[in-house]
């Protein structure tokens, strides 16, 4: 007897715990994924020169320039909005939001002038399992037509999808891929999964690839964002470990066929025939980088857990990072770059930040507000 209502203290203390952390949960992880100190140069910011566009989106993942100068804006949730000329909605059939996953990457085809297509990266479900997948569309003023898969089966988890979508100075499609949370799998060169993966815009594998597949390059835990220089060097910012005090996160150069060492290395540590990253957050700060452009000698990502915008200006095959806006908007993800501005999406509504009442927003940001 002593036994059971000992049992049924444990049970009930349990219970109450349990009530406890749902009503909190919100105040909780925000906890948890809370900026930490930042170890990289801050850099003045002009307020004035930062200025919304839009409010009020749901979640939003990646920003396209349209050649009029509009924005197409994917939002996790499954919906694909046009910011600054007609304001049309569309809707995403099969879409699969997680707390990683969803609508994510957005291209324009390279003769998207002439043929309205582009290309959707998304997390969908089939028989009961989650994966992401390419589709193309074409898009008219008030209709966006599905024309056909171009990938599919690409591995996908709640977390881990990578999900940026490109194409290249050489007109092929590039992607990334997260490890699906299965780290074995960034070494699996019989999966797509912790990969650049680049491709036809038919999806087919090119001639030159270094593997004879899609493989550009493999050995990336969550690769985010992808950006080339006026060299056309290929960029890449990358999610590191988590559960430690640092992710080490990544920004890394992508050479082709180069392996980028998940799981085996992070951070400054180093392996035959593996690439260290050019710089990484370290063992005290957390980036969580995602969204990356380039501009002028430049390169700009958006940092979640930051939570600020970040440039690494490039010398050689060096960079030196300030970090901008920080904790001025909360958690930063999607960002793209015309000739005189920014365009950087807040993330505060992903179920790790703190919303305001007028988020999620897409920011249009001057150069001549990130001051030295």
């Known amino acids: 007897m002593r036994k059971r209502r000992w049992l049924l203290l444990v049970l009930g203390v349990l219970v109450v715990a349990a009530v406890i952390a749902f009503l909190n949960r919100e105040a909780i992880i925000a906890q948890l994924f809370k900026p930490t100190k930042s170890y990289v140069q801050q850099g003045a910011s002009d307020p004035d020169l930062v200025q919304a566009v839009v409010n009020h989106l749901e979640t939003p993942w990646s920003i396209s320039l349209m050649p009029e100068g509009s924005l197409l804006v994917t939002e996790r949730t499954g919906q694909v909005r046009r910011v600054g000329q007609n304001g049309q909605t569309y809707r995403i059939e099969g879409v699969r939001e997680t707390s990683e996953g969803g609508l994510l990457g957005i291209a324009l085809h390279p003769q998207f002038?002439?043929?309205n297509q582009l290309?959707?990266?998304f997390t969908t479900e089939k028989n009961g399992d989650l994966l992401n997948q390419i589709d193309q569309y074409t898009l008219a003023d008030d209709d966006m037509t599905f024309e056909r898969t171009v990938l599919t089966n690409i591995p996908a988890a709640s977390n881990h999808n990578g999900g940026a979508i490109a194409f290249g100075p050489d007109d092929k499609l590039y992607v990334t891929t997260g490890d699906a949370a299965q780290?074995?799998?960034a070494q699996d060169m019989n999966s797509l999964a912790g990969k650049?993966?680049?491709m036809n815009d038919d999806g087919?594998?090119?001639?030159?690839?270094?593997?004879?597949?899609?493989?550009?390059?493999?050995?990336h835990r969550n690769p985010q964002g992808i950006a080339w220089d006026d060299t056309d060097r290929l960029w890449s910012v990358e999610h590191g470990p988590s559960?430690?005090?640092s992710g080490r996160d990544e920004l890394n150069l992508i050479e082709r066929g180069a392996n980028y060492g998940w799981p085996i290395i992070t951070g400054t540590e180093t392996h035959q025939d593996m690439k260290s990253p050019v710089a990484q957050s370290g063992d005290d700060e957390t980036w969580a980088p995602a969204g990356l452009a380039y501009h002028k000698g430049a390169l700009y990502f958006a940092g979640l857990r930051g939570q600020s915008l970040y440039k690494a200006t490039i010398t050689g095959d060096t960079v030196?990072?300030?970090s901008y806006l920080r904790n001025d908007h909360g958690r930063l993800r999607a960002v793209t770059a015309s000739e005189n501005y920014l365009y950087v999406s807040t993330s505060n509504l992903d179920g790790r930040g703190t919303p305001?009442?007028?988020?999620d927003r897409i920011l249009r940001v001057g150069y001549g507000a990130l001051r030295n």
């Open 320 to 322: 030196t990072l300030k």
């Open 196 to 198: 650049i993966l680049r």
């Open 183 to 185: 780290e074995d799998l």
């Open 113 to 115: 002038e002439d043929n």
């Open 356 to 359: 305001s009442g007028e988020d």
């Open 119 to 121: 290309y959707i990266y």
């Open 243 to 245: 559960g430690t005090a």
């Open 204 to 219: 087919s594998t090119p001639s030159d690839n270094p593997y004879g597949n899609l493989t550009w390059s493999y050995g």
